[in-house]
């Protein structure tokens, strides 16, 4: 009997600790607890590896979480949450730059004919970029010309055309395809920029009707 009654004891004891084991403490200070991987809840006064991989919640002397913090991601999902953020700062970004760009505009042009008349300026400098392109590939061509011309009286004679004219010809096209090349481009710029500008002085017009509107 007395036998019997030590076993009982010393089970009953064991149960007491395991179920402190398993539990928040009632003393004072912050405990632990987690889920490992294959979902059995641990808790601890101290942080290990295995808490800190699979997340945790501190709770206090009540058993109350206090503070929950998330697993460890995987390196993939590092990868990908370090992509998301980079992203969203350059939105934020961007849209700063935005802001500024705008609220510097309406502070520089107060009114709608200030801003049209530097866009039409920014036109008239691409326009006079264009027109020196142009007469520059006029005199370009003409050179060309002439050289082509003295090459071919010189054929007309059966003789052969000496290398360095032929040579110049050749630099002389590479001069007029690279100034017609210039041409297209100033003029694709000029292009783009009467679409923009259409589109920035519509914008204008918004921000100029919402800074004249009443504060709701």
């Known amino acids: 009997m007395r036998k019997l009654l030590f076993v009982f004891t010393a089970a009953a004891l ?15 200070g912050i405990r632990y607890k987690w889920h490992d991987g294959q979902g059995k809840l641990h808790f601890s ?3 290990n590896a295995e808490a800190m991989k699979y997340g945790f919640d501190a709770v206090n002397d009540q058993g109350m979480v206090i503070q929950h913090v998330s697993r460890q991601l995987t390196p993939d999902e590092r990868a990908a949450a370090n992509k998301l953020a980079a ?9 700063q730059k935005r802001h500024d760009a705008e609220a510097q505009m309406l502070d520089a042009y107060p009114d709608e ?30 050179a060309l010309t002439d050289l082509l011309g003295r090459a071919a009286e010189i054929e007309r004679t059966q003789k052969t055309v000496p290398k360095f004219i032929n040579d110049s010809i050749a ?17 694709a710029l000029r292009t783009q920029m009467v679409q923009d500008q259409a589109t920035q002085l519509a914008r204008y017009r918004e921000l100029k009707a919402a800074q004249a509107s009443p504060a709701q």
């Open 87 to 95: 992203e969203q700062a350059a939105k934020q970004q961007a849209e």
């Open 171 to 187: 630099n002389q096209r590479a001069v007029v395809t690279g100034q017609q090349n210039t041409l297209q481009h100033q003029q």
């Open 113 to 142: 004919n200030s801003y049209k008349i530097s866009q039409q300026q920014a036109l008239d400098t691409l326009d006079q970029q264009i027109h020196t392109t142009q007469l520059n590939l006029k005199t370009q061509e003409k």
């Open 45 to 47: 006064d101290s942080l």
């Open 14 to 28: 064991f149960a007491n600790v395991a179920v402190h084991a398993q539990a928040p403490t009632t003393g004072s």
